[in-house]
């Protein structure tokens, strides 16, 4: 909705919530910039979770500076979201000033491959990323093709472990702490009222009927296991390839029909920037079908590297 908003030029900029995709996926399919942070460098005081492990807010613009100039207003510590306290103290504290032109000459970026390759990719989306890697490389950019995260095949989430802080333990939380302010105090409620579209139902029924796994359960134990070991991995790629981002195509597939759920929909956002917390921007990078539907690339970074990508993002949409 906001992504469709902005891309008819409703509005300048709009602010989205990403748990996995739902910053960088619209901006995507509609030709936007989509910023998504560090976890706690940007607050989600307010936000409704979906799973406040990897909820995130960000701005969605059409041109990379628009969307740095909300950034900057949101980034910072936010008493009403406690994992802002996290963030370092040596952080820019202008963002704007990363909004450089020729940014990207001697940069280092590599291809992540493990993002995007699979049986049902599109050859065209390929095509029109491998497009945007020979313009990096036109730019000044040194591209290490492929970048592979060692041992990426390995890390995986326990299979059949249930969730950790899923949807059911954060919303109960987040209603529980809005009080007499809100007219549903838990999803238990949220169910038996059944005002809701019924394609959500079986999810929400399901959820519910589910355990809720805190923070102490072994489920959350094995998940920050996991989550750990993929930051490890990612930042022991970029140290020993001495990378500065690393660039895959956000979705493998053009847009689908609205309706559509059987053909491949080529998500590649929801493993590397939600499980490792590290920040991702999305940025055009062309057009399928017949230059009729956008295509767009992501740049994925370490810990609070937003400086780093906004000047590689914003160089390459200059360029």
């Known amino acids: 909705g906001t992504a ?7 509005a300048a900029v709009g602010l989205g919530s990403d748990t996995g ?5 619209p901006s ?3 030709a936007l910039v989509g910023i998504r942070s560090t976890m706690g460098l940007t607050s989600r005081g307010g936000v409704m ?13 059409r041109t990379v500076e628009d969307a740095v100039a909300v950034f900057q207003v949101i980034v910072g510590e936010d008493p009403l979201d406690p994992v802002t306290a996290a963030a370092p103290a040596h952080l820019p504290q202008d963002y704007g000033q990363a909004l450089k032109a020729h940014g990207l000459k001697g940069a280092r970026i590599g291809v992540l491959r493990q993002a995007y390759e699979r049986e049902t990719t599109d050859p065209e989306i390929v095509r029109i990323f491998m497009r945007a890697v020979d313009d990096l490389r036109r730019a000044g950019v040194v591209m290490v093709d492929p970048a592979p995260v060692p041992g990426f095949d390995e890390i995986r989430r326990p299979p059949g472990m249930g969730p950790c802080r899923g949807f059911k333990y954060d919303i109960n939380e987040y209603l529980a702490a809005r009080g007499d302010r809100v007219p549903v105090k838990s999803l238990t409620e949220i169910v038996k009222g059944g005002r809701f579209h019924p394609s959500v139902r079986s999810r929400l029924e399901q959820t519910e009927q589910g355990p809720a796994n805190g ?10 296991a996991y989550r750990e070991r993929l930051r490890l991995a990612v930042t022991q790629l970029m140290d020993s390839e001495k990378l500065d981002a690393l660039v895959y195509p956000t979705w493998s597939n053009p847009p689908r029909l609205i309706g559509d759920l059987n053909t491949p929909h080529g998500d590649n956002s929801q493993v590397f920037s939600p499980v490792t917390g590290f920040p991702a921007i999305q940025v055009p990078m062309g057009y399928s079908l017949g230059d009729r539907l956008p295509a767009g690339i992501t740049f994925f970074g370490r810990a609070w590297s937003e400086a780093t990508l906004i000047r590689l993002a914003y160089s390459y949409e200059q360029a």
């Open 4 to 10: 469709a908003a902005i891309a008819a030029s409703l």
């Open 21 to 25: 995709n739902s910053i960088r996926g």
């Open 28 to 30: 995507s399919h509609q």
């Open 49 to 61: 979770p979906l799973s406040y492990l990897a909820d995130i807010a960000g701005p969605m613009a």
């Open 215 to 224: 923070p102490d359960s072994p489920e959350c134990q094995a998940d920050t």
